[in-house]
């Protein structure tokens, strides 16, 4: 039972051993393998029983392995050996195996163990321990190993490249043996300090070949365990780094004789903007003393500055590390600072000039250049050959032509035109070639072919050797004041030639010129004339007011008129005349002068008088003319066509019928009114052609009236009437004697005829004066007068009553008119119901 | 029939007035020497008085006869149907006829002496207008 038993356990230690255990035929075909195959390689125990051990090997492992087994048979002996597995899924599986062969049953039985994570830390270990020989032996510093007694142990390839020693001849030796005797001196003292455990830094130097060299090194302790094993070295060269420290040394130190001697001023500054550096000439553009700025801040220093132009530029360089340059006024010290600001890993470096004389002359020039761009006036930059290089814009008002149309090109070609005077602009362009400052008057012509006269001046510009470098043109328009000098040439060569007269006088009126026709037609020559206002000399007693005051008002106004008025001549003689005056203004429009035309109108004024004494005549004849048509075709015609009718009648009447005889005397009375009227006509056809042809002799008035009143006397009596004659004696006209009865006839009777029958008649005669021009006589009646606005203007017309209870024919008054004007005189009434007329007659001394 | 003369010439009148009785000796004629006097017995007149037909002069002292027309204005309704108005005048002025235009209520114009034919036509004229007032119901 027993061995029964420990079969069973040896059985249960199989299967469930970790390790693989299998056994093979002595062909290599697998008679067992337990089934913690399938864990290690995947394959379950009966997919590998039966088959070749090398259908699971790793190809490569083959040849060796076959040798190992081979070897294995027919030996006794425990052999161990690793081959590969390819797992079922591929990837390989290392295994350690012990084999031992069984002569017996020609069996060798394996025990595998599975390598993997062996294998895997072991690679690791080999990597790093690689990497770190890699980085002991290719490590640019020296490295090297002591052990306690002070020998090497180990070297780097570094330090056998430096010291041009194999590595045997160093392994082994101590470090003595390549240093110099003060260098191993400073070495073991190090090293004695490093083996009681402490790490040391300090500098090696030593020459190698002539060359000195010097080393930054480390020397620590390796401890295991608490015990320093070893000291590891590690020396980092650095004799070009100290080459370089004491060359920048050395620099600096040069930098700073520099920066004193360069005319730039200079200073520098730290990150926190305090001052490290100020150079002589800093120190005299900002006045200040150095030694009070340095290590100071400085915008402390120069408080104004801060957020000022070189804050905000300063800031911007360091900000952005970009050099900063600017232009900027220092108000400190009255200055205009040109700046460089070189930002560094220090601070900032400032260069600065003095540009005050350049900012003042560049704004000199810029205003200059303002004023040249934006003047009325054409300016033109030319270079010596008169090439254009410049124009401004007044030059392409001017002339239509942009700057990009002319550069390069010579004025003169494309301006000059036709009517330009050629001959006089090349010798004023020879002048200015030689470089004489040169101005002249010239037409030229716009692009749109206009004429354009410019006064020009040209100015030649030098280069600083006296040479002419170019030209610099202004061009002034004056092609108005050019026009209007023609116009004037033209106008006073009319002026100078016309009968008319003209006068051209200064803004207040004072004459400056006139020409010949103004002497022909007034008399005065210029000389008598010059300086004084015409109207002083022309004008006189018949010269109307009113015309001469509006004349000043026009002249004030500055405006164009025309007038009429009597003016004299020298001679004294009168004559009309026209007188157009235009003012003459500046381009401002002020009044320069005035031009006066004098046209003598005294013919056409004569023709004029004449002109309106026809009309006046032929409407008098002609209102003559349809008063007697209306005689006609009334007064005359009704006693006609009374007589007619009568006459009808009187061949229907019986003779005996007393109808008859009454009819026949009417027929007789109305022969008598056509009498009358016929008669009428013959005294006014008399009056009218006898007209300033009839006789007049001197005619006393009293001497007139007595006649009327004696032949009245009858009537007159009759009713009452009374005469008041106030006429004195002696009062006289030269008129026509039967004119002046008629008129005083018909007063008197009508006075008669029209009185009042409530009071007497009274009849006033008086004369106002005998004055030089004529006399004027009135004659009123207290009679029954007559409405002056029915009466209208009909008073004196022919054939006109107002009375239909009187009888009258209507002519009297008419006749008193006529005669009236027959004599150059006139007639006026005036008439009240109820009060009287007045007659007022005037008639002149001849 | 009554009718009206008004004329400044009596021996016009006096003419006028008996042609008119000639041709029918029954006639109410009343005679005004002025404008003036015609008007103050038309305005004083009622409607039995206004005379039928009037004969007006024109060349009149004070109010002639275009016065005298102008006048009428206020009376010109009541004269339209009842009264016919001739100038009488012996004018032969052209511009009298075309004055005429202005006074449509004026029935004509007859130049001076006045003959028998004229008196037949206005009085024919006068019989045809009262037989249409008849027929128009007046």
Redesign the interface.
Known sequence: MKSNQALFDFEKMVIHSLDIIGSIDINGYIRYVSDVSKNILGYKSSEMIGRHYSDFLHPDDLPKTEQTVRTLFHTSEKSAFENRYIHKEGHVVPIRWYGVWSEDNNTLYCVGRDMTKQRKSQSRLEESEQRYRVLFDNNPDVVFIENREGLITEVNQQLVKSLRLSEAQLINSPASSFLPPDMAAVNERYLQQALLGNSLRFEFEFEINGETRIYDTIKYPVIVKDEVVCVQTIAKEITSLVHSYNTIKRQAKRLGNIFESITNAFFTLDKEWNFTYINSEAERLLEIERGCYIGENAWQKFPIEKNGVFYRQYHHAVTTGKAAQFEAYYSGTDVWLDVRAFPSEEGISVYFDDITEKVKARQELEKLSLVASKTTNGVIITNRARRIEWVNEGFTRLTGYRLEEVTGQIPSDFLHGQKTDKKAFEAVKDKMVSGEPVSFEILNYRKDGEELWLSVQVNPTYDGNGGILGFVTVQTDITDRVKSQQELEKLSLVASSTDNGVIITDACGRTEWVNEGFTKTTGYTLSEIAGRKPGDLLQGEETEEATVSMMREKLRLGTHFNAMLINYKKSGEKFWVSMDITPVYDAIGTVRQFIAILKDITFRKEAETNLLKMTQDLYAKNSDQQQF??LV???L??????A???A??LT?LNKDSE?YD??LS?LN??IT?LDNVLKDINTILTIRDSNGNMDQEQVSINTVIDQVLSSLQEPFQKCGGALVNCVEEGVSVKANKAYVYSIFYNFLSNAIKYRSEERPLVVRIKSFGNTAKGILISFSDNGSGFDMK?ANNNIFKL??????DKKGR?IGLYLVKTHLEAMGGHVEVTSKIGFGTRFLIYLPKI | MKIFIIDDDHLSIFLSKNMLIMEDATLDIKTFLSGAKALDALFASDEDSIPEVMFLDLNMPIMDGWGFLDALAPLKCRLRERCSIYILTSSLDTSDTARLQDYPFVTGLIHKPIKSEDIDIIFSFQKSKAKSLVLLGF
């Open positions: 048509t209306y075709s009334h007064n015609r009704a006693p006609v066509a009374n007619m009718g009568l009808n009648l229907k109808l009454k009819s009417v009375q109305s009114q029915k054939y006109k009553r107002f009375h239909v209507g």
